[in-house]
Structures are given as structure tokens and as C-alpha cells.
């Protein structure tokens, strides 16, 4: 919502203001992507699992059989792009 630009306006309520609207703006961008917060490292994965040119036209299914098999490695759960070669025992 503008502020009204009265005497009684804080530099904060013009702050607000102005960050809701670059926000507003960054989000009508095409190319916008919400940060995915670190406990739900499953859909980064697979978010960055299909951004991968090697699994274009990869199924649900594969993506979810490669994250169970990298959860169950030692370290990081994230998807390596283009460095990726898990083979299914």
C-alpha cells in the first residue's frame, strides 16, 4: 500500500514501501525462482534435477529413485549438475 505522504511518514514506512514494490517486481519476472529454505532439501533436488540438461524428459520416478539413492550416501544430498553419475544397484 503507498504511504500517505503526510508530516507524520518514517523513513521506514517509505523503506517498506519501496522494498514491496521491487519485490512485486522481481516476482512478475519470468525467471524468478523462490529460494528453496535448506529443510526441504528434497524439492531443491529435484528443482535442480530437471534444470539439468541430461534428465530433459526424465520422469517423476527417476527423479525420486536418484534422490533415494543419494540420500543414502555419505554428505551433501545436493544435485551435482552435469557432474551427476548415481547407478541404481
Do not use: V
Request: aromatic content about 14%; overall charge positive.
Amino acid at each position: 500500500m503507498k504511504p500517505n505522504l503526510t508530516k507524520e511518514i518514517s523513513i521506514q514506512d517509505l523503506n517498506d514501501y519501496y522494498w514491496l514494490k521491487e519485490e512485486l517486481h522481481r516476482k512478475k519476472d519470468p525467471s524468478y525462482k523462490k529460494k528453496i529454505a535448506a529443510q526441504f532439501e528434497y524439492n531443491q533436488f529435484t528443482r535442480d534435477f530437471y534444470a539439468d540438461t541430461k534428465n530433459k524428459g526424465k520422469s517423476r520416478q527417476e527423479a525420486i529413485d536418484a534422490w533415494n539413492r543419494i540420500k543414502k550416501l555419505p554428505g551433501s544430498n545436493k544435485y551435482k549438475f552435469n557432474n551427476w553419475n548415481i547407478r541404481s544397484n
